[in-house]
């Protein structure tokens, strides 16, 4: 049964700081990886999503790597703003199993 | 484009009502799933489908029916709620084909059952 992780689940930055965000699965046979952004009380919005062939994917501050054969992906955040804070969380498919999330506070 | 649309936003059930929770999308995606949110569970996917007159279950399905008469729509069902069902329930699409693309999200429905 595929198990996704995320570390940390909670994290607090000042602005400006360059964040690195864990998710780590047990199967290493998926199809894509996903991660979304989550704001309190709201859906989920797609950040970026490699497929299995890619290694990463790049949108703006934002910065997805995967390694299927260690079950990891990273996401990286450059230049971290208040308007960043969210709750982040990735997901894989076969059938789309989400990790719990890392909510993330960036004060200014 | 609308995206996917989910109603109603919230609503309170008592123990054993029944009720439908609607979720339309107007980007002829093929693939459409429920998934629920509870806290420190993260979302977990209750039913799915891959197209019109296909269903299959996920992770959570039971106390739960879909059904999926057309390509924009896909009704979740409770047929005698709980208070085991109370979650954030939200709806998702993506286009199908060389597995699952990306999915698009509405913007949940929250249920609170008494």
């Known amino acids: 049964k595929q198990e996704v992780t995320q570390i940390p689940a909670a994290l607090s930055v000042p602005e400006g700081e360059n964040l690195v965000l864990n998710c780590s699965f047990t199967d290493s046979a998926i199809y894509n990886l996903q991660w979304f952004r989550q704001d309190p009380g709201k859906g989920l919005t797609s950040l970026l999503l490699i497929q299995s062939s890619q290694r990463e994917q790049t949108s703006g501050r934002l910065n997805a790597s995967l390694d299927k054969s260690s079950g990891r992906s990273t996401l990286y955040i450059a230049a971290s703003q208040p308007g960043d804070s969210a709750t982040y969380l990735c997901?894989?498919?076969?059938?789309?199993?989400f990790g719990t999330g890392t909510r993330l506070q960036v004060f200014p | 484009n609308a995206g996917v649309t989910q109603t109603p936003k919230f609503q309170v059930l008592k123990t054993g009502q029944s009720m439908t929770l609607q979720c339309a999308q107007d980007m002829n995606h093929e693939y459409m799933s429920w998934y629920r949110q509870d806290p420190g569970m993260g979302l977990r996917l209750i039913h799915y489908s891959v197209g019109a007159g296909i269903t299959d279950q996920g992770e959570v399905p039971n106390g739960y029916n879909v059904s999926r008469s057309t390509t924009e729509d896909f009704p979740l069902r409770l047929l005698s709620a709980a208070p085991s069902q109370t979650s954030v329930y939200f709806c998702?699409?993506?286009?199908?084909?060389?597995?699952?693309?990306?999915?698009?999200f509405g913007p949940g429905t929250r249920l609170t059952v008494l």
């Open positions: 998702a699409s993506a286009r199908a084909g060389r597995g699952i693309n990306e999915q698009f």
């Open positions: 997901a894989v498919y076969g059938k789309l199993i």
